[in-house]
């Protein structure tokens, strides 16, 4: 039989890439073959982002670009799934002509039946959010590799005033534990060398099991239990739920790796408080001494958002003086996009784009600057690499990561092979990369 193609195109998150993986598997039980090259394709499914304005930018560019395979291919189905389907729902299909299909986060199980409609010459919705719905039983369809992601909870249910996830990926959910470490076994056999636990709030984490509660600390101490040959790293916490228990959990297990994305935002609390963030600034400093107390040479990375409304020089100044005082390893920094639907959209923007963007490259200057003398303080020691393949620049190099989630370039020499952890000591460094030699 003659199998329709399906090439799916992922943006944005861990979080989508994983979600990618579960709808190919669906995809392939339902008769598809999943394919890695465009042209080829009989079915092509994007899916989005929505948490910034650039993002479905991106997107309705991409669907413009797309026209012309439709060109060459009258029959090929066009379809928008994830985030941006659940924000924009039947509007989507109204404004681009070309899309046949949008499914949001929860409704992924109704994409066979969908296309085989699409196919037939019938445009198909599926955006209703559901509380239950985790794909627990869907064995994703990963590629091949050395590291893997498990999402283990969906959802998020704290509604910050700036984000639309809530709204596109409907409330906080846990997966069974059981299915979840069925899965890491899995993986162990396969020879997986590092898993990354993904939900929007692991650490909010919460199933019963056998009549117990079991939290993330509990969770992911069991993971480490069962497969301690593998590196378990965990994204994204919230800052309210970093509790001592799962700092002392990582800090007890070496297979739990010292690396925490704790997102500030602001290092004002009066902004926190207009984000809905529920911690104030003094609260997040707090967690952040508790895990340089437990964990010294933990790394740590957050995300900052430049110019929300009502944000003044002084809040500003808190946030510089906290990226001074923290010193993160790395950050991901953005000026505040106002997103339709969302609370924050209905406050006056009132910070103008230039001084939003003043605000944030001063942000990003600072955080670079700290980057570089962190990985400055690196040269002369020797870190544990965990290889992922052939440098990008040389094939005569290696490149892989550290536990705190660094990237390091060194020569292959004695050789190696991906998925080894060799110890390399590093030489110098650039704001972005250890360079270093094996040891
Ligand atoms: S915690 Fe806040 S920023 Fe994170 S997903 Fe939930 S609402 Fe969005």
Redesign the pocket.
């Known amino acids: 039989m003659n199998k329709d193609k399906v090439y799916i195109e992922t943006y944005g998150c861990q979080m989508n890439f994983s979600d990618t993986e579960i709808v190919a598997s669906l995809l392939k039980a339902g008769g598809f073959d999943i394919i890695d090259k465009i042209d080829d394709a009989d079915i092509i499914l994007l899916n989005t982002c929505s948490v910034r304005d650039n993002a479905e930018k991106k997107i309705h560019q991409r669907l413009m670009h797309l026209k012309q395979y439709k060109k060459r291919k009258n029959k090929l189905v066009v379809g928008v799934i994830g985030c941006m389907a659940e924000r924009m729902q039947e509007k989507l299909i109204e404004e681009e002509d070309i899309v046949k299909i949008v499914v949001g986060p929860d409704e992924y199980r109704l994409i066979p039946q969908l296309i085989n409609q699409a196919i037939g010459g019938q445009k198909g919705i599926a955006v209703e959010l559901s509380t239950v719905e985790t794909y627990d039983d869907i064995t994703p369809l990963r590629t091949e590799g050395i590291s893997a992601f498990i999402s283990i909870m969906r959802g998020?249910?704290?509604?910050?005033t700036?984000?639309?996830?809530?709204y596109t990926?409907g409330r906080d959910r846990s997966r069974e534990i059981a299915t979840i470490i069925n899965e890491v076994k899995d993986l162990a056999q396969q020879g997986i060398k590092e898993i990354t636990l993904l939900g929007?709030?692991v650490n909010s984490y919460t199933a019963n099991h056998k009549g117990q509660n079991i939290d993330f600390p509990e969770l992911i101490a069991r993971f480490a239990e069962v497969a301690p040959e593998i590196r378990f790293r965990f994204t994204?916490s919230?800052p309210k739920d970093i509790s001592d228990k799962l700092i002392e959990t990582i800090a007890a297990n070496d297979n739990i790796c010292n690396h925490i994305h704790l997102?500030m935002q602001s290092g004002s609390t009066r902004v926190l408080e207009m984000m809905k963030?529920k911690y104030t600034y003094e609260h997040f400093l707090g967690r952040i001494q508790k895990i340089k107390e437990l964990i010294p040479d933990c790394a740590l990375s957050t995300d900052i958002i430049a110019g929300f409304p009502g944000e003044t020089i002084d809040d500003h100044k808190q946030t510089l003086q906290a990226v001074r005082d923290i010193r993160y390893d790395g950050a991901f920094m953005f000026k505040y996009s106002p997103r339709e639907g969302t609370k924050s959209y209905d406050m006056e923007d009132d910070v103008d784009e230039k001084e939003k963007l003043r605000r944030l490259n001063q942000i990003i200057e600072m955080q670079n600057n700290i980057a570089l003398e962190l990985n400055d303080a690196e040269i002369g020691k020797t870190q544990e690499v965990l290889v992922e393949g052939s440098s990008k620049r040389s094939r005569d190099d290696m490149m892989g990561r550290t536990g705190t989630n660094k990237v390091v370039v060194f020569p292959n020499n004695p050789p190696c092979k991906i998925g080894d952890l060799v110890k390399v000591k590093i030489i110098r460094t650039t704001s972005a990369t250890l360079i270093g030699k094996r040891i």
């Open positions: 998020c249910n704290n509604f910050c700036y984000c639309i996830v809530p990926r929007q709030n994204t919230h997102a963030r």
